[in-house]
């Protein structure tokens, strides 16, 4: 019975296509191009790829050719998680720039404190203060 879900490390990104390759140690190999599985690509679109090295879960197509999917990224002993809570949706930069939503005490953070010479750009909108 062939594979149908692995875990490997990306060797190479085409964010053109959204798609990347994927080298599996234990079987010595790089995948076919596999695409990158986002959470919205018709009306509403979201666009993240993994980091040349960044581990990932790939699952394959039952049939053996090797088409398949990278599913997510996974936190692991050297990469782990930059906040340790459930009530925070977090996002982290690699140049050290982060947002962060805080529901329990309904915060929203923008840190470009690690960051020289950052820039918010509001277009088309109006502030409202309350």
């Known amino acids: 019975m062939k594979k149908w879900m692995d875990v490997g490390r990306v060797s190479s990104i085409y964010p053109e296509r959204c798609t990347a390759r994927v080298y599996f140690e234990d079987k010595n190999m790089v995948s076919r191009e596999l695409q990158v599985a986002v959470r ?29 999917f990278i599913i997510g990224a996974v936190y692991n002993d050297e990469d782990k998680p930059p906040v340790q809570t459930e009530k925070k949706r977090h996002i982290q930069f690699e140049d050290g720039a982060f947002f962060e939503y805080d529901v329990s005490n309904h915060v929203l953070t923008l840190d470009f404190s690690k960051v020289s010479g950052a820039k918010v750009i509001l277009k088309n909108c109006q502030l409202i203060e309350s």
């Open 40 to 68: 919205g690509a018709q009306n509403n679109k979201d666009f993240w790829m993994p980091a040349i090295g960044e581990q990932v879960i790939c699952l394959f197509s039952p049939n053996g050719n090797g088409e398949g």
